[in-house]
């Protein structure tokens, strides 16, 4: 059973910088997609962004597209969100998620997103708080 660890966020001002980590144990994320959503209070969770196991294949919502950037190491099993340009808008708590058999795709009517349901694993989430 994989357990997917969150660290970092927390409070930072308007234009502020964070990274969140999402260490694997016990097991691989070998052949995982790695993705970050993310929840504001009274809302549903949403995409921020993702990575395939190539680490070269990458993806965002438009909210984040210039500002997050997503990547991952395969060989310590940890995917990583660096948030820049940080706005009050992006207060949420930050979940880190696997999927062997899903992932985000680029399709002609735009990015295509899994259900939550049908992901694997979920980190515990993170709490970023952006103050004006």
């Known amino acids: 059973q994989v357990l997917l660890v969150q660290s970092g966020g927390g409070w930072v001002q308007t234009g502020g910088f964070l990274r969140l980590s999402c260490a694997a144990s016990?097991?691989?994320?070998?052949?995982?997609?790695m993705a970050w959503f993310r929840q504001a209070p009274g809302k549903e969770r949403e995409f921020v962004a993702s990575v395939l196991y190539n680490s070269r294949t990458t993806y965002n919502s438009d909210l984040t597209k210039g500002r997050f950037t997503v990547s991952r190491d395969n060989a310590k099993n940890t995917g990583y969100l660096e948030l820049t340009g940080l706005k009050p808008s992006d207060t949420a708590v930050y979940y880190c998620?696997?999927?062997?058999?899903?992932?985000?795709?680029?399709?002609?009517?735009?990015?295509?997103?899994?259900?939550?349901?049908?992901?694997?694993?979920w980190g515990q989430g993170t709490q970023v708080t952006v103050s004006s």
């Open positions: 016990g097991g691989t994320l070998r052949g995982y997609e």
């Open positions: 998620a696997a999927s062997m058999s899903v992932a985000a795709t680029e399709t002609p009517q735009g990015l295509s997103i899994p259900d939550v349901s049908e992901y694997d694993y």
